[in-house]
């Protein structure tokens, strides 16, 4: 029978945290002073491809902590896209959450892959930020070889990627549920990367398990396939959420654009003699 590598785009297997929108919900101190430098506007978003709604926190540094003075937020948000020209107003969702209004601002547009957009806040007074992204393209993954035994390294290769990075995780079938591994980085040295790989071998994923004392080999799995769960991410994204330690007031501006997705990656979990006997 011949086996085959299969991409589950519906079936998210590993669903990797986005923090970057949880920002907005971290405990606030009425005591801080405001920001006094002409008002820092604050946003937060991570857009998700496969989502047809996405949303950007926004906040106004320069308002104190406050129930009346985070009432109201009178501001102009738009996200455009640089390739084709169109242009979206983006409509305001406010929240209370421990005595403070929080406002969501809503993308309604699909976010096409390998795609430049343009996010900009405007305050009534004619100050703004803005901040662009380029959207991480949607290579198909190779994996080579497949079908081999436990011993035998496999690469997986990703490409165009136009320095975007991955974070993944590498799993597989115990007692009837997937265990999978520590996060992991696959990152572009700079703009200029055009593909990235990164390479593991299945038995030596078997031994990162912590919670058995024996062995474990590929006949002791209960399917005969290795699981890629990775997220990729737009241009230094990766990097702002997992990887740089986060202040508020100086990491004030993180947007960017990812997805996910898992890849089935079969092998023969027969006997290998030696090690196996």
Known sequence: MV??????SNLKIQTFSICLLLVGTISCDNSLEPVDN????????????DKETN??????????FTTEATRELNFEVTLKNLDDGSLETLGQRRREYEGLYQYNYVVNQPIAPDTRYKFKVTRPDGHFVSKTILSPTYP????????????????VSFDPVNGSSFTYKIGFSLSGSIYW????????????????????????????????????????????????????????????IFIEEFDIFESTQRLGAYYEDTLAIPIDTSRVCPPDC
């Open 140 to 155: 198909v993954p190779v994996a080579e070889p497949v079908n081999q035994d436990c011993y035998t390294p496999i690469q």
């Open 3 to 8: 086996l085959y590598i299969y991409s589950m």
């Open 55 to 64: 949303f950007i926190r926004v906040r106004d540094l320069n308002a104190p």
């Open 38 to 49: 002409n008002g820092i506007i604050a946003f937060y978003g991570a857009l998700d491809l």
């Open 181 to 240: 591994g520590a996060r992991q980085y696959l990152l572009s040295a700079d703009s200029t990367t055009t593909s990235l790989s990164l390479t593991f071998i299945p038995v030596d994923e078997l031994k990162l398990v912590p919670f058995t004392r024996a062995m474990l080999r590929c006949t002791d799995l209960v399917s005969e396939y290795f699981y890629l769960s990775y997220a990729h991410y737009s241009k230094g994204f990766a990097e702002s």
